[in-house]
Nanobody, 125 residues
Framework: QVQLVESGGGLVQAGGSLRLSCAAS?????????MAWFRQAPGKEREFVAA????????AYADSVKGRFTVSRDNAKNMVDLQMNSLKPEDTAVYYC?????????????????WGQGTQVTVSS
């Protein structure tokens, strides 16, 4: 099994910054997993935010966060972070960490079978 635990959410004013962290553990966790962040706002579907393959090659971002968010990972510590700058009210959502395929980077939530419990991010205007 794989356990993913997110932290770092909270309330911030528009234009502010937050850093989310995800700690991965478990007997079957592999550093070769693609690690991703998704988010889900009330009444909306869970959507892709950012992801990075095991070798921390070219990360992928949703167009809505490109240039503002940065995903990074530390395989030695089994950690993946999401630095969020210039936050907007529309970034308000529950943010989920996910571990998924080992051989490609996917933006589809259906390709990820390991999920954290989520952390709330609220951006006030």
């Amino acid at each position: 099994q794989v356990q993913l635990v997110e932290s770092g959410g909270g309330l911030v004013q528009a234009g502010g910054s937050l850093r989310l962290s995800c700690a991965a553990s478990g007997r079957t966790f592999s550093s070769y997993y693609t690690m991703a962040w998704f988010r889900q706002a009330p009444g909306k579907e869970r959507e892709f935010v950012a992801a990075n393959t095991w070798d921390a090659g070219s990360p992928a971002y949703a167009d809505s966060v490109k240039g503002r968010f940065t995903v990074s990972r530390d395989n030695a510590k089994n950690m993946v972070d999401l630095q969020m700058n210039s936050l907007k009210p529309e970034d308000t959502a529950v943010y989920y960490c996910a571990a998924g395929p080992t051989n490609f980077l996917s933006k589809s939530r259906y390709d990820y079978n390991n999920w954290g419990q989520g952390t709330q991010v609220t951006v006030s205007s």
